[in-house]
């Protein structure tokens, strides 16, 4: 695995703290679908990236592509601005938290 491969697998495990059974569950309830831009279809960017982070946890990292890689980076980074963005207040039921759910990360967690 080259430097660059093992950082992103770094930042990617630090960012995503929800398991492959947790965001596979919680993707199927009414909250996730709910929120995210649906830009030009019927599901959400984040609710398809999270499909798709479900699927990198369940690989073994030899087994990971380029494409993984590549997304695993735009997760972390996603995760890391959003974070960012923390409205005060109680955020357990709120849009901000179901999105970071949708990317595999649960800020209450």
Same mark, same amino acid.
């Given at each position: !695995?080259?430097?660059?491969?093992? %950082?992103?697998?770094?930042?990617?495990? %630090?960012? $995503? &703290? !929800?398991?492959?059974? @947790?965001?596979?569950?919680?993707? /199927?309830?009414? @909250?996730? &679908?709910? $929120? /995210?831009?649906?830009? /030009? /279809?019927?599901?959400?960017?984040?609710?398809?990236?999270?499909r798709q982070i479900v699927k990198i946890l369940r690989r073994a990292n030899g087994d990971l592509s380029d494409d993984d890689y590549a997304h695993m980076r735009k997760v972390a980074g996603y995760i890391r601005r959003h974070l960012a963005q923390r409205p005060s207040g109680d955020v357990r039921e709120t849009a901000w938290r179901y999105s970071l759910m949708n990317w595999g990360h649960d800020p209450i967690k």
């Open positions: !695995m080259t430097d660059d491969r093992k %950082q992103i697998a770094i930042d990617f495990r %630090q960012t $995503v &703290n !929800m398991t492959a059974e @947790e965001l596979d569950h919680w993707l /199927g309830t009414r @909250e996730s &679908n709910a $929120v /995210g831009d649906k830009s /030009g /279809g019927t599901e959400s960017i984040g609710h398809e990236s999270g």
